[in-house]
T-cell receptor
């Protein structure tokens, strides 16, 4: 059974700082990695996906993947109070038919 | 236009009752899911249907019975509700494509409280 581990936090950063969210996974064969953001009382929404080692940037978000160390991270530059949410890391299950989620890291950005 | 919708949004009921949650997607997706998110925010897959066929049935009590009348709908019926069933239930849908790119969309969730 694949597992995805995240530090539940809360992670607190001041406005304008870089927030760093980390995720480790158990299955060395995993090929796809996803970051979802979930605001309190809302549904998860996909914000980043990454498939290759290295960095992938999208606006203020950068996903970093290191398959050798089995970790994937999400950096949020110039953090804003509106970034305050729970960030969920996910990998596909063995058959690729559903996602296995970590327990999420709660980020709080203070103004 | 709502992409993935669920009804009801809130459900408060007594132990032992039977209840249903409905989900509809208008995205033309071929795969639909039910996830359960507990009080600690852990989101876990329960069921998955592809083209109306059950493809995932995780370790879920058989009091939970999904039903997919067509590709756009996936309902969840729960018999003999227990206190531990209190959670947020999310429906999601996805178009199965071979590239592995993820495009799973979640509904707004149904908040179930069993008293």
């Amino acid at each position: 059974q694949k597992e995805v581990e995240q530090n539940s936090g809360p992670l607190s950063v001041p406005e304008g700082a870089i927030a760093s969210l980390n995720c480790t996974y158990s299955d060395r064969g995993s090929q796809s990695f996803f970051w979802y953001r979930q605001y309190s009382g809302k549904s998860p929404e996909l914000i980043m996906s990454i498939y290759s080692n290295g960095d992938k940037e999208d606006g203020r978000f950068t996903a970093q993947l290191n398959k050798a160390s089995q970790y994937v991270s999400l950096l949020i530059r110039d953090s804003q109070p509106s970034d305050s949410a729970t960030y969920l890391c996910a990998v596909p299950n063995q058959a690729g038919t559903a996602l296995i989620f970590g327990k999420g890291t709660t980020l709080s950005v203070s103004s | 236009d709502t992409a993935v919708s669920q009804t009801p949004k809130y459900l408060v009921t007594q132990m032992g009752n039977d209840k249903s949650i409905k989900c509809e997607q208008n995205l033309g997706h071929d795969t639909m899911y039910w996830y359960k998110q507990d009080s600690k925010k852990f989101l876990k897959i329960m069921f998955s249907y592809n083209n109306k066929e059950l493809i995932i049935n995780e370790t879920v009590p058989n009091r939970f019975s999904p039903k997919s009348p067509d590709k756009a709908h996936l309902n969840l019926h729960i018999n003999s509700l227990e206190l531990g069933d209190s959670a947020v239930y999310f429906c999601a849908s996805r178009l199965t494509i071979s590239t592995g790119e993820e495009n799973q969309y979640f509904g707004p969730g149904t908040r179930l409280l069993v008293l």
